[in-house]
């Protein structure tokens, strides 16, 4: 049993059915998933160990502290408080420092392997129910990208998640 504590511990490994099994990664996405990782197949969705592209320390930290800065605009998000809406804000405002980090790291990130910035949709309020059709950066049109419905914008390294899973 994990006991009350379970939430001040470290996050135990990433299960090996949750991992990229891939032989080769062709392309990925920079997203934070809650975990320490923020590395993703863009092909399978499977978490990609960092090791496995290769990139240096500075790419690494430069990550590391966008993920830092995400997740916090997130968890305020999610504690639906007085900031629930401001971090919102923050999070779907493509010029908002946030995703201009994000995007600088993607741009590092494809001189090693072709890649691409997440781009979530769920949470806009003025989303409706079709998969987006346009780029939230350029508005050019998106094509399919990978499974589950995602859309990307080659120009831009953009994927677009309009339906989370």
Request: hydrophobic share 35%; glycine share 8%.
């Amino acid at each position: 049993m994990a006991g009350p504590y379970w939430k001040l511990r470290p996050a135990p490994p990433t299960p090996k059915d949750e991992l990229c099994g891939g032989a080769t990664i062709e392309a990925i996405t920079l997203r934070d998933s809650l975990g320490p990782n923020c590395v993703y197949c863009l092909r399978c969705n499977g978490e990609v160990a960092p090791e496995r592209i290769g990139f240096g320390h500075a790419i690494a930290e430069d990550m590391a502290r966008w993920r830092f800065v995400y997740r916090g605009l997130h968890s305020l998000w999610l504690d639906s408080t007085e900031y629930e809406q401001w971090a919102l804000e923050r999070l779907l405002d493509p010029d908002g420092a946030v995703n201009i980090t994000g995007r600088k790291v993607v741009a590092r990130l494809n001189e090693y392997v072709r890649s691409y910035y997440w781009w979530s949709m769920h949470n806009d309020p003025l989303m409706d129910d079709a998969p987006p059709a346009t780029c939230p950066y350029c508005n050019g049109s998106l094509a399919p990208a990978g499974r589950r419905g995602l859309q990307k914008c080659e120009l831009c390294s953009v994927v677009v998640a309009w339906n989370d899973f």
